[in-house]
């Protein structure tokens, strides 16, 4: 697997499912993509889309506090992933989020530290 890191946009509100025994957020991110080209900045046609997986605390955290249209930033592990019967099989690019925050490039955000549960 390799490290990407990604800026883009949520095309869609966070997705949350179970799988098994634990929660998984899910986000797509479109990412308008682009070149220099001769000293000028060309951007491409059409954006690439990014499927993201984000488990435990990190997709309760993005799910509570990301919506549809935010600026982001992801940074994981990218991987082939395949779903669909033997019949109609398909397969895509999945990114396994370690770190999702705000661009705060194109945005604000008010930030709030989860808080720890007392001891017993």
Do not use: C
Not at 8 to 16: F, I, K, Q, S
Not at 27 to 40: A, Q
């Amino acid at each position: 697997m390799s490290t990407r890191t990604i800026i883009g946009n949520l095309a869609l509100d966070p997705e949350v499912v179970t799988a098994g025994s634990i929660q998984i957020t899910k986000l797509r991110v479109i990412e308008n993509t682009g070149e220099y080209r001769g000293g000028k900045w060309l951007a491409h046609d059409a954006a690439t889309t990014h499927f993201v997986e984000a488990k435990f605390e990190l997709g309760q955290n993005v799910a509570a506090t990301l919506h549809k249209g935010d600026p982001v930033i992801v940074v994981g592990r990218e991987h082939t992933d395949s779903w669909g019967d033997d019949q109609a099989r398909q397969y895509g690019r999945v990114i396994d989020a370690d770190n999702v925050g705000p661009d705060l490039n194109r945005a604000v955000a008010t930030v709030r530290r989860n808080s720890k549960p007392d001891a017993e």
